[in-house]
């Protein structure tokens, strides 16, 4: 499996068409170095050709000249970002990279996502008001195939469980580099498995069972997991504390839901709805959703298809669904509904989900993680408090009327915060990618390694908009080579952009800029000016020809003479977005 982003460790010790052409054909290229300033690209009076000489212009010259006298002469009147933020007002962005309420018996790695502005110097765990460690560098967490701050959670440690309060409470706060202020995650449940009659409770189905005649055992199975949903709820009321329940599933197809009869009443243990040991998920299908919801708490799916079936829960507002290994198949991109409406649950986790021929991807979750999303008509992850490592390929709205978006912020005039998209990649997408809109305020938003790729040769006006007040916004290893980004909205502080590849970025409004110390603008690289550009000053910014690696072709490497190579200094992940290990200094954009 592909390792690709990177959030800490556990420390045991304490574009327009002429912007996509294959440069590979041309004869040399040729990079302007900016601060940043598109008033006048020329400010510094060089350009690095090919062979890194100084090329003079005396056009250039003397345009540059009458644009900075220009430039002192509204100098009053323009504001512009100089010397950057200090992030002492930027909370810690963080979120937990665990399933919450997951039984164990053996020991298990805990992890965390978190970036700050100034990087994080630690996050120090507690498990029942108990130090446990600290984490303050980036390994990776094989569990979760993810570089974070994490640490080993070994049930031993905390003597015997007890069966009717097997909790063990969890806790983490991260803390940032220098200037910032720390968050303190919200504290979540896990379970120890007792010994003897608190392990898990396996409850056989078959398609050639019978619900009248079988008992559940694998020898007389039940024909419909709803039948084997009410043995494991008098499982639970006989011994008064939960059953671990496991339904296992041979080939076959089956009916979604409880037909009307509740399932456990312990709502903080998952009962797991899973394939049968060695049967291939494939071969497990859920056809239809005739019995409704399943009328259980905590619902976890693992290892099946799911065909043409919506996700309603047990209780409005209160019943959490993990979806983990599992086929999720739509009526086809134009057509029916989305297959789960986010709002309608308590929370709502996938983890290694591939979803097709849906309307919707995975939207408004608490945890997308190793998500494909393959050939939709709207939004892929939008919502979403934590994406890691996940893919789209291919959004197409049709003559539908939707609007599509990769990845996209609504607040409906409420004040949202504390966002992480980190290890994305979008192919295919006629789609805007990154939109924030419609927020009172959108705080604390981390965007890194993120590769954002339209349909090669669209010309659909379609761009990645910031269109909301924010304080704390973090763009790195950033890649869009054939599609713009927006500024609409300059009430914005402690903002970061660093190491990204944009074929245009630039703002939309008129007469002034951003804030003096709104952003750090340093190690970008912009295709082009066309339109205008930032009106911020910052450092080893480019603008030019990237030199791909054939991008005419959708192969947005960097060539291994390009300008994007061995630039940004201090780079947020030490991967890339494919999972390659970044040097340092890195590569400019998602791709080592």
Known sequence: PRSRSVAGSFNRATSSASSSTNPRKSPKHTITKTGGNPVCTEAK?????????????????????????????????????????????????????VVPYQAFSRPMTIGVVAFHINGIDRVEFQVNGKPVGSANEMTLNKRTNTNEYWFTLDPKNFGPADPENPHLEVEATAYPKSAGV??????????????????????????????????GTKSNPFRQPSRALELLRKTEDDRGHPAFGTIYLTKGEYSWGSFGKEAPVKHESWITVSAAPDVARGDVIFSDDSGGPFITGLLKVTGVTIRNVFFAPGYSKASYLWLDNVDVIGPGRWSGESFYHASNWGKVFFTGVRISDSPNGATNLNIARDVKIVDIGSDAFSGSRLVINSEVNGIDRGQTEAHPDVYQIYCARKSFENYIVYGLIAQNAEAQGIFAAG????????????????????????????HAPSNHLIFSGISMPNSSFLWRNNEVRNVLIEGSLFERMKTTFKGYGFAPDAIIYRDNHVMSLRGGGMPVDGSDNSEGNPDFADGNKGDFRPAPDSPLRGRVKAPFSNVDVYGNPRKVPSTIGAIE
């Open 182 to 215: 720390p968050r303190q995650l919200e504290t979540i449940l896990l379970k120890v498995k007792p010994e003897g009659e608190g392990q898990d409770t396996i409850v056989w189905v078959s398609a050639s069972g019978n619900d009248s005649t079988g008992d």
């Open 45 to 97: 009076l060089f350009r690095l050709s090919a062979n890194g000489k100084k090329a003079s212009d005396s056009v250039s010259h003397l345009l540059c000249g009458m644009m900075m006298v220009l430039l002192l002469c509204v100098q009053g009147q323009e504001s512009r970002a100089k010397a950057g933020p200090t992030g002492a007002d930027a909370k810690v962005i963080a979120h937990w990279n």
């Open 439 to 466: 927020c009172e305020s959108l705080d604390n938003v981390a965007m890194v390694n993120i590769l954002l790729v339209r349909p090669l040769g669209s010309e659909a006006p379609l761009f990645s908009q910031w």
